[in-house]
């Protein structure tokens, strides 16, 4: 696995496709109704944040608001990059959001990718080069689409949240960014809230709304025990029959 404090050249990366996929949208008990309309709220903002810890299913909720869409006949273009920790890399971080990108159009990034070693790497031209670029033919886009990052929070680098601003800063009205992230990320978030560009969902918006692990089979047969302690007290265990089971306490 390469070390993410060093660029390497652009053709040295290998980017893995299911990264670039949105996680297929699985059944749940719970009805997220509230919270789809509240992202789509946020649909017409430029960023929506969707902090929380783990578990709160932020990733599943997102899926399912894309699902739904398709379910109402209106399909959201979506591109989608699971980050991970190797995405602190500046080159690679932008290959595989301008490459997720191209799921919106194919024309998207043809002219940015090329700049991306002379840019980032070897600070030929300001990173600003490629990100116009890039925002460029995002502008040209002939439907509204949304780019998710997910778990944003793996990502330290100064260098890539300066970037991401700027590409905040000067996103077209074609293109959504929903960041998913266990916290909130170091980016300009007052100046954001104070323009009525940044959608906020966080735990406490969650929480009604959070699906509890199903119970495993140790947890049942714990459970059950349990039940057949009281229910053997309560007859004061004088070997009645208590849901088909013989009981003789001591």
């Not at 024309?107 to 940015?112: H, L, Q, T």
């Not at 208590?242 to 003789?248: A, D, E, L, N, Q």
């Amino acid at each position: 696995m390469r070390e993410h404090g060093h660029t390497q050249p652009l053709d040295t990366y290998e980017l893995l496709s299911t990264r670039l996929a949105p996680p297929r949208p699985h059944s749940s008990l719970v009805t997220r109704g509230p919270l789809l309309a509240r992202l789509d709220e946020g649909f017409e903002h430029k960023l929506t944040l969707l902090s929380a810890p783990a578990g709160f299913g932020k990733t599943t909720l997102v899926s399912e608001w894309i699902a739904a869409h398709s379910e109402r006949q209106q399909p959201l273009p979506v591109a989608w990059v699971s980050l991970d920790a190797g995405d602190n890399d500046p080159v690679r971080f932008w290959r595989y959001i301008i490459t997720a990108c191209q799921a919106l159009d194919a024309a998207v990034g043809e002219s940015a990718l090329p700049l991306l070693p002379a840019s980032l790497a070897a600070r030929r031209l300001p990173f600003e080069t490629v990100l116009t670029t890039f925002i460029n033919d995002l502008a040209q886009l002939a439907r509204r689409g949304v780019l998710v990052l997910e778990d944003y929070h793996v990502i330290t680098s100064s260098q890539i949240h300066e970037a991401v601003t700027y590409f905040i800063d000067h996103l077209p009205a074609t293109l959504h960014l929903l960041i998913l992230t266990r916290s909130d990320p170091p980016l300009p978030l007052a100046r954001l809230r104070a323009h009525n560009d940044l959608y906020e969902l966080h735990a406490t918006d969650l929480s009604p709304f959070r699906s509890l692990p199903k119970p495993s089979r140790a947890s049942r047969h714990a459970q059950r025990a349990g039940w057949l302690d009281c229910a053997c007290s309560r007859s004061r265990c004088k070997g009645e029959k208590i849901s088909g089971i013989s009981s003789t306490c001591s």
